[in-house]
Nanobody
Framework: QVRLVESGGGLVQAGGSLGLSCAASRRTGSINAMGWFRQAPGKEREFVAAINWSGGATYYADSVKGRFTISRDNAKNTVYLQMNSLKPEDTAVYYC?????????????????WGQGTQVTVSS
């Protein structure tokens, strides 16, 4: 079992920046994909970004490409999401997820473990 704990959410004005962290309780060889998803009220959970835990390859949703950056610190078992040029439509609860395979990383079904979520609110 892997426990994920997100932190770093909050309120920011449009155009501002915010950084999220996701700390994994342990690193196992069976975890190869780490992802960020978000869910706004009344909407489905959507993919934001993913990273291959070992190789560092990354993948982004078109809506955040060029504004968000996903990274990881293997020594700390932590994944980060740096969000710049934030827009009101980025407002959502952001979830961290961990999966065994770095494949179809845009799909929630790829991931086996989920964090509790952290709220990000962007005011206009």
């Amino acid at each position: 079992q892997v426990r994920l704990v997100e932190s770093g959410g909050g309120l920011v004005q449009a155009g501002g920046s915010l950084g999220l962290s996701c700390a994994a309780s342990r690193r196992t060889g069976s975890i190869n994909a780490m992802g960020w998803f978000r869910q706004a009220p009344g909407k489905e959970r959507e993919f934001v970004a993913a990273i291959n835990w070992s190789g560092g390859a990354t993948y982004y949703a078109d809506s955040v490409k060029g504004r968000f950056t996903i990274s990881r610190d293997n020594a700390k078992n932590t994944v980060y999401l740096q969000m710049n040029s934030l827009k009101p439509e980025d407002t959502a609860v952001y979830y961290c997820a961990a999966g065994r395979y770095y494949s179809s990383t845009h799909s929630p079904n790829t991931y086996n473990y989920w964090g509790q979520g952290t709220q990000v609110t962007v005011s206009s």
